[in-house]
């Protein structure tokens, strides 16, 4: 393992202890800066929209075609929202590094992520495909995402699987 992956985990470390510390606190302000609500993470195919609900509460909540709603553990909860903030919030994180036009490839889920703030939500939609040598190869597009981008997306998908 080199020095930048190992140098990633324990600034992912750092900030999941972050974020579980600020969950317990008893005063109630905002987990996610610029007063972001939660964020709503959904990945949607023909047959079902699944998604996970990132709260300012130390919990995240899941929902699955047919099922109730259930919680995340503390720690998978603190690395999402680390990531999330990392990614869509303070945006310090770059999501997209390089787009080619694409064509003739079959339909992916879509992955949409939603930003609420004072109870109006803003989204942003991210196409899903085939891998090959870090290009995700979609339905009209060769997207490279960051690394960081495809641990949060591929975290989410274990988790909705």
């Known amino acids: 393992m080199n020095i930048r992956k190992i140098a990633n985990l324990a600034t992912l470390f750092f900030a999941g202890t972050l974020i579980t510390a600020c969950g317990s606190s008893s005063k109630v302000t905002s987990l996610f800066s610029d007063r972001v609500d939660s964020i709503k993470v959904e990945v949607s ?5 699944d ?6 509460s130390d919990k995240a909540i899941v929902k699955l075609k047919g099922n109730d709603e259930s919680s995340l ?5 603190a ?13 310090t994180e770059n999501i997209v590094l ?11 889920p879509i992955f949409t992520v939603t930003l609420y703030r004072n109870d109006k939500g803003e989204s942003s939609r991210y196409e899903m495909g085939d891998e090959a ?5 979609c339905t009209t597009k060769n997207i490279r995402y960051s690394d960081s981008f495809r641990e949060f997306m591929f975290s989410v998908v274990r988790i909705l699987d």
């Open 45 to 49: 195919t023909k047959v079902s929209t």
């Open 133 to 137: 040598d870090g290009i995700t190869q």
């Open 98 to 108: 390089s787009e080619t036009k694409a064509n003739g490839r079959t339909s992916h």
């Open 51 to 56: 998604y996970i609900m990132l709260t300012n």
């Open 73 to 77: 553990p503390a720690k998978e909860t």
């Open 79 to 91: 690395k999402l929202k680390a990531l999330a903030e990392d990614l869509f919030v303070k945006r």
